[in-house]
């Protein structure tokens, strides 16, 4: 990155945004993105892994999936996220009978100057972070009505196309596909999220903690917001120009690629696989701090990346394996 950098981006509603930025400022930015970290950690105990993931996620510009058993805390994490960052929140909890217009909105007949007029009602889908909870327990047609709004950032309904405020971001919680009432999500759409990000039961000492904070009648602590929505869009900016060596993004994509001829796999990454392997490894140097992309941002980035983008073959599920053994045994021949 270069002193006085300037990007020019589309926000949401069409008009052109320069992003200025020089070398102190993306030292403030980064230090930012520390504290945002450590807000969230006021309310959310451990799961560290999983809140920088999904702070990747976020400075990456993309749609996170969350999957875990109920009552880890998934819904919780997202709501302190949106609030540090200090941007609109709205919450869709998804059931078998939400229709697509409750999540898009719908016209409705308004009456003005004595005569009536259709006039569009947004859904709760306007909103900067987008709030799917257990979105595999909505039927796959209200999954769908998500595609456009989570690929192209704008609402179509009734011939007219809406955009949606941005930043944006659907981050949708999901429980195990093996459990009751719910619908598997298609393929098409899982490739939509960025990262699929799994959570995992706290350690002892964590739950203990857990316990103390939110079942012994203390309130959890207020947390502050840290990153606008402007420094959030200028954050997002800087990272996509985070330099990555042409050996390193060849071996990103030959890792994808490889996904592909694995017999284990019965369906291998899309490029789409590829480009955010490039795109969160560009995001995770950038919030630690780094000047360029290394092997290891790769590495730790790949399952998350992987692991909703490939099908594991009939033979491979037999014998117990799982996408994120098939995912770390191909960064090791990558």
């Not at 900067?128 to 009505?145: M, S």
């Not at 919680?173 to 459990?179: A, E, F, G, K, L």
């Not at 360029?292 to 599920?317: C, G, K, N, Y």
């Amino acid at each position: 990155m270069t002193d006085n950098d300037t990007d020019v981006e589309a926000d949401g509603s069409g008009e052109r945004v320069a992003v200025e930025a020089a070398e102190d400022d993306v030292d403030w930015l980064q230090a930012k993105l520390g504290r945002v970290r450590e807000e969230v950690g006021k309310r959310i105990v451990g799961q560290r892994e999983v809140v920088d993931q999904l702070l990747v996620c976020i400075v990456a510009d993309g749609n996170a999936l969350l999957e875990s058993n109920p009552g880890l805390g998934k819904t919780t994490l997202v709501r302190t996220v949106a609030d540090v960052t200090d941007l609109s929140f709205s919450r869709i909890q998804n059931t078998p009978d939400l229709m697509p217009s409750d999540i898009t909105g719908t016209e409705i007949i308004q009456q003005a100057d004595e005569r009536r007029e259709f006039v569009f009602e947004k859904g709760p889908i306007f909103a900067n972070v987008v709030l799917a909870d257990e979105i595999n327990r909505a039927t796959p047609k209200t999954q769908a009505a998500m595609l456009e709004a989570m690929q192209e950032k704008q609402v179509t309904a009734a011939g007219e196309t809406y955009q949606l405020p941005r930043p944006f971001f659907v981050l949708a919680t999901q429980n195990p596909i093996d459990q009751g009432g719910t619908y598997p999500l298609p393929e098409a759409q899982t490739d939509r999220f960025l990262l699929k990000i799994l959570v995992d039961y706290p350690a002892l000492d964590e739950e203990r903690d857990i316990v103390r904070l939110y079942a012994e009648g203390r309130e959890p602590e207020d947390v502050e917001g840290i990153l606008s929505a402007e420094e959030l869009r200028a954050v997002q900016s800087l990272a996509r120009e985070v330099p990555i060596a042409d050996d390193i993004r060849d071996k990103a994509i030959e890792l994808a690629r490889l996904t592909r001829a694995d017999d284990r796999l019965e369906f291998g990454a899309s490029p789409r696989a590829s480009m955010a392997l490039v795109l969160t490894g560009k995001a995770r140097a950038f919030i630690q701090g780094r000047s360029h992309v290394s092997w290891e941002d790769i590495e730790t980035m790949a399952a998350p990346v992987l692991r909703h983008r490939v099908v594991l073959d009939f033979r491979a599920e037999r014998e117990g394996q799982s996408p994120d053994d098939v995912v770390a045994d191909l960064v090791e021949e990558a």
